[in-house]
Nanobody, 121 residues
Framework: QVQLVESGGGSAQAGGSLTLSCASS?????MAWFRRAPGNEREGVAF???????NYADSVKDRFTITRDNAERTVTLRMNSLKPEDTAMYYC??????????????????WGQGTQVTVSS
């Protein structure tokens, strides 16, 4: 079972930036970030394939950027122009396929423990 360890969560003011990182114990072609806000279901934020092509939820498009380092087995989520509605627990996810298909939660089989992001207005 792969281990995914997130880091970089914290607090920011609206309009600010945070960067999240996820380290994987094994290489995974498909890696993603999800988030769960209080009272809400977990939702997909962005995924990235082994060829570095990313896909984003509409709510974060043009504000968040997902990148990866295949050699280091890490994936990073750069979050700019943060909004209070970005407040959530953020989870790294992966699946042992060559590429991601969707941001549906049921596509992903491996999950990190999460890191909290809090954005104040």
């Amino acid at each position: 079972q792969v281990q995914l360890v997130e880091s970089g969560g914290g607090s920011a003011q609206a309009g600010g930036s945070l960067t999240l990182s996820c380290a994987s114990s094994e290489y995974r072609g498909c890696m993603a970030w999800f988030r769960r806000a209080p009272g809400n279901e977990r939702e997909g934020v962005a995924f990235i394939n082994s060829d570095h092509r990313g896909n984003y939820a509409d709510s974060v498009k043009d504000r968040f950027t997902i990148t990866r380092d295949n050699a280091e087995r890490t994936v990073t989520l750069r979050m700019n122009s943060l909004k209070p509605e970005d407040t959530a627990m953020y989870y790294c996810a992966a699946v042992s396929t060559w590429s991601c298909v969707t941001l549906r939660e049921d596509e992903y089989t491996e999950w990190g423990q999460g890191t909290q992001v809090t954005v104040s207005s």
